[in-house]
């Protein structure tokens, strides 16, 4: 292995730039200022857009909430949502973008870990109290001062995040000087070995991430990005997403749900250029996009999770979009096909880096290198790439090579022309609907349940998710009341776990199969998922209920 190359080479080499990620996405409104650049029922154009950001950039100064301590924002997609992020940038206070589903479990180490100064929620619902959550954080973590809520109605220690949002005085000169080599902003981490990990990504390392993103998926001044995937996930935010449609001088959509009717109507109505999917989603475009000729002229980016190459096929035939399989991670690494690729690449593989100086590894169990074609673990490392983790997970061992490299936990094959082929996961994680579940996370919080005695957690394919989540449960036999999936997802929804990880089977069993020295036998767990009725006997031979039709399936929802 060649040794890694830094900062320095990254600089000379033009890969890193001497730019701020603000300046770097909003720079057209001196360039272009009457140019659209969010549309919908609130438009903005570039100028106004760069106008807002500068004034809520001051308010937020005014309120404390000052440069160098991020602020957590856990917002659906809105222009408010939009402006606040880059608010937050430009006043030197990373903002740490969280999915709305996640809870107190998720968030809990999060705030610990990054000490954020305020949190922006949306308001309370009829589903879920966010603001509520966020107060609870602010009992448990003093130095979370300040709530921002996203409502018509807020209490008197809140801040309405539409009256901040109305500031109009900008200020005269920038709130915060930054270097382009501090943290711009956080992505978090799926959570797939325990709490999700907060990602530093620099001005300079996010910057060229999106510049080159942007610049593969064909970006420019005339398109149109429809964001119908949440703008907290990295695919939607950078990669290229929002912010690269913004930097190459193009208008953005901010889908408010991924209701698949919905984002048709928008697709029409806005004349959207790209868009990002999950695979699950694919499907229900098949079904509902009107059909349009061969060479059309919008381009699907698909991640998450890999795509069948036959569903692949179908969406330039069907419905006349060009398809761009994407595969990458909050880390840093992208690797996209080409909109000239060859169909057999298209449909086969999901592409190649997009960034120069990105490397790629394929290592086997040894850590050494497998020979090319064949099948292990996907290490990478460059001017893309995270080389630590912020927080307490910045000290945990194994998540980077001795060189380096960050070991993705992903089982690839690369073939000659250097395409990559995901085939599977190392770790225990089930990809459900784009969305990493973690066993282990899920087992953990499930096992404080009164009627579980044991519990373990694997995947089984789904129709619409691709993959659901099972969990086969040893009830206790004392419990006061028999165990129900409806049961099991509402406890698992007070301690706080996020809805995307609740089970959408639960399969009670008289025994968990062991392998080893006592080891769950996951691998049988995933064959039983798939069977009517599994059945696990006690190894005692005693008896103890084994209830398939416990299983209330996916239509109990999320």
Not at 46 to 74: I, K, Y
Request: net charge negative.
């Amino acid at each position: 292995m060649e040794a890694s190359r830094g900062p320095t080479e990254y600089r000379a080499r033009g890969w890193w730039r001497d730019e701020r990620l603000d300046d770097l996405v909003l720079r057209h409104a001196s360039e272009s200022p009457g140019r659209p650049a969010v549309l919908g029922p609130q438009p903005l154009t570039h100028a106004r857009l760069a106008a807002a950001v500068d004034a809520v950039a001051a308010r937020l100064q005014e309120l404390g909430v000052r440069a160098p301590s991020p602020v957590l924002v856990q917002l659906p997609n809105s222009v408010g949502m939009l402006v606040l992020t880059l608010a937050l940038i430009r006043a030197g206070c990373p903002p740490i973008l969280a999915h709305p589903s996640l809870r107190s479990h998720e968030l809990d180490p999060v705030v610990a870990d990054l000490a954020p100064a305020a949190m922006a929620v949306p308001a309370a619902g009829e589903v879920f109290d966010h603001p509520a959550m966020a107060r609870g954080l602010q009992e448990r973590h003093p130095g979370l001062r300040t709530l921002l809520v996203d409502g018509a109605a807020c209490a008197a220690d809140e801040v309405a995040l539409g009256g901040l949002l109305a500031s109009s005085a900008a200020p005269e000169r920038r709130v915060h000087a930054a270097d382009p080599s501090e943290t711009a902003l956080y992505f978090l981490s799926s959570g797939t070995t325990g709490p999700p990990k907060p990602i530093p990504r620099s001005h300079e390392a996010l910057g060229s991430v999106v510049r080159n993103a942007a610049a593969v998926s064909g970006l420019g001044p005339d398109s149109v990005y429809l964001a119908a995937l949440p703008v907290t996930h990295s695919f939607t935010c950078a990669h290229p997403g929002v912010l690269g449609a913004l930097a190459s001088g193009g208008a953005v959509v901010l889908a408010e749900s991924a209701d698949i009717e919905h984002l048709v109507e928008l697709v029409e109505e806005a004349g959207v250029t790209h868009t990002a999917l999950v695979p699950p989603l694919v499907a229900q475009l098949l079904a509902h996009a009107p059909p349009a000729g061969p060479g059309g002229a919008r381009v699907l980016q698909v991640g998450g999770a890999r795509l069948d190459a036959e569903t692949a096929r179908r969406v330039p035939a069907e419905i006349g979009w060009r398809l761009q399989q994407v595969y990458g991670m909050s880390e840093g690494l992208l690797s996209f096909t080409r909109l000239d690729d060859p169909q057999e690449v298209v449909a086969g593989t999901q592409g190649r880096p997009v960034a120069p100086g990105d490397e790629i590894l394929v290592v086997g169990e040894d850590g050494r290198p497998v020979d090319p074609g064949e099948q292990g673990e996907l290490w990478t490392r460059g001017p893309s790439t995270v080389t630590a983790y912020a927080g307490r997970a910045a000290a945990e061992a194994g998540r980077f090579g001795p060189e380096g490299h960050y070991r993705t936990g992903d089982l690839v094959r690369v073939g000659e022309d250097g395409n990559i082929v995901v085939t599977g996961r190392l770790k225990d994680v089930v990809n459900r609907a784009g969305e990493k579940v973690p066993a282990d996370d899920v087992e953990a919080v499930a096992a404080r349940h009164p009627g579980v005695r044991e519990v373990a957690v694997v995947g089984f394919p789904h129709p619409l998710y691709g993959e659901g989540v099972s969990a086969f449960v040893v009830p206790e036999e004392a419990g006061e009341e028999r165990l129900t999936l409806r049961r099991l997802r509402r406890f698992l929804g007070e301690e706080g776990l996020a809805a995307y990880k609740f089970p959408d089977r639960l399969v009670l069993v008289e025994a968990l199969p062991r392998i080893g020295i006592g080891k769950v036998d996951k691998a049988a767990l995933r064959r039983a998922a798939e069977q009517e009725a599994p059945r696990f006997p006690a190894p005692s031979g005693e008896a103890r209920p084994s209830d398939s039709t416990a299983s209330e399936g996916a239509a109990a929802g999320t």
